[in-house]
């Protein structure tokens, strides 16, 4: 048994199991794309590009994809300012830090439906917890499902909630083993925290940063399960993903053919937007003397 | 039990690792191999070992077909120039792992292990963890773990490298003493220090870009670089290389210097050639004896000696002093040329003579 | 930032993470008048507590039963994670030390493969996935759903241990192949036993995504295997009122956090960050 045989025994059997679950999906759909298949019948046509071209005009879907861009680059953001103030702050050693360690990783332990459902309690019009808060400070009540704003920013609060903890978590663990000899030199060379951090800490936890940016906007970009509890996509379509989008016309309106093709053009523009983000990053991450 | 190497080559797409290293090297004797950082070394150790597989040419054991042989089948021994140990086992546990690996009952196994252990002076230490051990002792246990199952073929790439002046010193002996009891090994130990391998080696292999360029007995190569490549890698600090000429009976060393030619260099025809010379052979020169001028460059304090670099219009010159000296950057100084100790070499680099003993 | 403003900024957070949390559970043992008269927030003071809703819930009043639900979770999640791990973790071992090429393509192409399938959102999987498990007869059974659950854990499992071997020297397990080990006892008997860390990481990453899979199950699964989730959802689709969500959100939240303060230990000794770059 040369060693052929054992590095095939490590690899194949994980390997082959993704590709036997994962191309015949694949396939499928991108055969599907070019039929006009709706369930009802039980064969599939094919009508070539047809589906293709309907996808590039379509206003729906391109003001959704935007949406999404706005949504998760934002929600990232936040997230990563806030985990690495959380991050900082437990480790340069704060009271009860443990405790806070604990406390702070149960949102991510959640179900996001399920707390979409309990986000929903909290910003339902007549009996949720804001408006009740807002009406004992004597303010007036805000429409959270029925206008566009407060509709957003509810998704982004539940979101935020929920995944800050993993930039937190992600980032501290960049943190613990930053080396210290840089950052003691420069304490003792005189520099302010503030100095120390941005020129030291920051650069030192680029590489860490941006695999948690880009882990995040790549499962932020799948969101649904919140969207789907809280706003139905509402009001209208102010929080319509392409995810939503996507579920809408081939689920829920059996367009399943259509469904596809909008499915592979989200692969496709998610892998090149996901690529430059990534080498953009890098880039302007690039060690530069000083 | 020999180990066989015919034209033993690797490459890796363009590159090429190892080229026509022919070889016969035989249990009991030690072979110490010697080179740059990057001339092949570690690659020809690997490749023995069965880490890297062999592009072209044949590897036999014993007569039999050793490339063919996966790693773990190969019955070899190798320690690291980083101190490698399995960090969550104890160095008892660390030892007795490769008896237990082929078989063998825990108690004799252990009873084996208690006898080298004390031999490399860590009986105290068997229920340590390798991490809580200094440098020194990790590769104590390292070593004691490649000695313990006399393996076929022991392999040491740069062992003492990552240990501090005085502790390698000290190892140095030790190992000498411990590698000499591998009666059955094929030993193979690297190094780029040429004093470790005049003390180690039974046999000198030196090593220059994938190829070997020389090999032989230590002091005989010590004493026949067969080239200007060999002579810098064997010497150390560096042999001062400098341009020199034959005529009309004289050894012109330079533009500037002309020295009687020394008895070893009668005969050899006029033309240009190079002129080597060890530092410790160089010296400064006191008044009244035909000296090298140049300005000092560099000062290094090693160990008890001193480096000094001397830059002449011919070349750079070093000198090593015996003893602590305070020469400074930019001093003027005279060195003078043992032209008795003189290592000729063509221009291409071949040697033409070397000074008798 | 001065002393007081970061424990302002820390309290603060700490006050939102909780604000979730204490409204469901308040609002779990709310009656029926106390939650639609309008926002009531503490218990014996603005309502009579009452544990109807988790009668609701726990298949006591005969109006749903959770419980079943939640094996079922627990079941899909503990086998989705266990082949996920294990077979990510080799493959990860494979991708950390040995050269894979065809053609052009080399390790970083086969990890970018895994990783791409996070990218992939479940519904664009949905139809296709629901078409295979039915020609394969399993719909609707805890071994379907695994499958499908593995294909989407199994990258997150790769992603993270092929950098945690990475740092692992390699000279560790060439030493035990040297000494006799072929590759698999090397991998068993030395990284293994240092990878406690990575794993315990990446066990509690694919626990948590598998547990909370909403969509495959929806659609998946009916009426045998239904998931928590899915079936908290489906009672949110019918008209139930908002104690027995609160009750039910509680209820399926627990279990989660159970297990990763089982697992924090490992957490803390720094362990992640061994995992990470």
Not at chain 2, 26 to 48: C, N
Not at chain 2, 255 to 262: A, E, K, M, Y
Not at chain 3, 51 to 72: E, H
Not at chain 3, 112 to 131: D, G, K, T, Y
Request: charged share 15%; net charge neutral.
């Amino acid at each position: 048994m040369g060693i052929t045989f054992y590095k095939r025994l490590f690899l194949l059997p994980g390997l082959l199991l993704l590709i036997a679950v994962i191309i015949f999906p694949l396939l499928f759909s991108i055969r599907v794309s070019m039929s006009s298949w709706n369930v009802s019948r039980s064969g599939l046509d094919f009508v070539g590009g047809s589906n293709w071209a309907r996808m590039f005009s379509d206003a729906d879907f391109w003001s959704s994809m935007l949406r999404l861009l706005n949504f998760a680059v934002l929600t990232t953001f936040v997230q990563y300012v806030l985990g690495f103030m959380l991050a900082l702050y437990i480790w340069q050693g704060v009271k009860g830090g443990r405790f806070f360690r604990l406390v702070w990783l149960v949102p991510l332990m959640t179900t996001p439906s399920i707390m979409a459902i309990v986000w929903r309690s909290i910003f339902r019009e007549d009996i949720g917890a804001a408006n009740g808060i807002l009406k004992m400070l004597g303010l007036s009540t805000i429409g959270w499902s029925t206008e566009v704003v407060p509709a957003i920013f509810t998704i982004y609060v539940a979101e935020i909630w929920q995944w800050t903890p993993f930039m937190f978590l992600f980032l501290l663990a960049g943190l613990l083993i930053l080396p210290k000899e840089p950052l003691l030199a420069a304490e003792i060379d005189g520099a302010s925290p503030s100095r120390i951090f941005w020129k030291i800490t920051f650069p030192l936890m680029a590489p860490i940063s941006i695999g948690a940016i880009l882990i995040r906007l790549i499962e932020s970009s799948k969101i649904f399960d919140s969207i789907f509890v809280l706003t139905s996509a509402g009001p209208g379509s102010a929080t319509e993903t392409p995810t939503y989008f996507l579920w809408k016309r081939s689920l829920a309106e059996f367009q399943i053919a259509y469904g596809a093709t909008l499915a592979l053009t989200y692969l496709i523009v998610m892998i090149i937007l996901l690529t430059i983000i990534a080498k953009v990053l890098t880039y302007l991450a690039r060690p530069r003397g000083w | 039990m020999n180990l066989y190497l015919e034209n033993a080559g690797v490459s890796q797409g363009k590159e090429v690792i190892l080229e026509g290293i022919t070889y016969d090297f035989e249990p009991g004797r030690i072979y110490v191999l010697m080179g740059r950082t990057s001339a092949g070394k570690t690659s020809l150790m690997r490749t023995i070992a069965g880490l890297i597989e062999l592009t072209q040419g044949k590897m036999l054991f014993d007569g039999k077909d050793f490339d063919a042989l996966p790693t773990w089948q190969r019955n070899t021994s190798m320690v690291y120039q980083q101190f490698i140990n399995y960090p969550n086992l104890t160095v008892l546990e660390n030892v007795t792992f490769p008896l237990r690996r082929s078989g063998m009952s825990r108690a004799l196994a252990e009873e084996t292990a208690h006898k080298l252990i004390d031999k490399v002076g860590l009986g105290d230490f068997l229920d340590r963890l390798p991490g809580k051990l200094s440098g020194g002792q990790q590769q104590r246990v390292a070593i004691a773990r490649a000695l313990i199952r006399n393996a076929n073929v022991l392999l040491l790439d740069e062992p003492l490298m990552n240990l501090d002046y005085k502790l390698r010193e000290q190892l140095r002996e030790e190992f000498r003493d411990l590698l000499t009891t591998a009666r059955n090994s094929v030993t193979i130990y690297a190094t780029t220090e040429p004093s470790e391998a005049l003390l180690i080696g039974d046999e000198l292999i030196i090593m220059h870009e994938g190829k070997v360029i020389q090999h032989g007995k230590p002091s005989a190569v010590f004493e026949h670089p067969n080239s200007v490549t060999v002579a810098k890698i064997v010497n150390d600090p560096p042999m001062s290389i400098l341009p020199a000429k034959i005529s009309d009976g004289m050894l012109c060393i330079g533009d500037l210097l002309r020295l009687r030619i020394p008895m070893h260099l009668v005969g050899i025809p006029d033309g240009v050639y190079q002129a080597g010379f060890r530092a410790s052979e160089l010296t400064i020169s006191t008044d009244g004896e035909v000296t090298e001028q140049g300005v000092v460059d560099l000062v290094e304090v090693a160990g008890s000696e001193t480096l000094i670099y001397v830059n002449t219009p011919t070349g750079e010159i070093v000198i090593q002093k015996e003893g602590i000296h305070g020469y400074h950057v930019g001093e003027k100084l005279g060195v003078s040329i043992p032209s008795a100790r003189t290592f000729l070499f063509n221009p291409s680099g071949e040697l033409v003579v070397a000074p008798g003993n | 930032m001065s002393k007081t403003l970061k424990y302002v900024f820390l309290s603060f957070w700490t006050l939102f993470v909780f604000v979730p949390l204490s409204w469901a559970l308040t609002t779990s043992f709310k009656t029926p008048d106390a939650v639609n008269q309008g926002a009531t927030f503490i218990p014996w003071v603005q309502f009579e507590p009452t544990v109807a809703g988790w009668q609701d819930i726990l298949g006591i009043s005969g109006y749903a039963n959770l419980i079943p639900n939640m094996v079922n979770s627990a079941i899909v999640t503990f086998f989705a994670s266990l082949i996920s791990v294990s077979l990510g973790g080799f493959a990860a071992y494979g991708l950390s030390r040995f050269r894979y090429g065809w053609k052009y393509y080399g390790n970083s192409d086969i990890i970018f493969f895994f990783i791409a399938q996070r990218i992939l959102p479940p519904v664009v999987l949905a139809i296709p996935f629901f078409l295979l498990l039915k020609g394969l007869n399993l719909l609707d059974t805890h071994l379907g759903l695994i499958l499908v659950l593995t294909s989407g854990l199994m990258p997150i499992v790769v992603w993270l241990m092929v950098d945690f071997f990475n740092q692992i020297p390699r000279e560790i397990d060439e030493m035990a192949m040297l000494e006799g080990c072929n590759p698999f006892q090397a991998f068993r008997r030395t990284i293994l036993p240092l990878s406690k860390p990575g794993i315990a990481i990446s066990a509690i990453f694919c626990v948590i995504f598998g547990w909370n899979d909403l969509f495959f199950s929806l659609v998946l699964t009916f009426t045998n295997v239904k998931t928590l989730p899915a079936a908290v959802v489906a009672l949110n689709g019918t008209v139930t009122p908002f104690w027995t969500l609160s009750a039910s959100a509680i209820f399926s939240i627990l279990p989660l956090i159970g297990f990763v303060f089982i697992v924090e230990r490992y957490l803390a000794k720094g362990g992640f960050s061994g995992a990470v770059r």
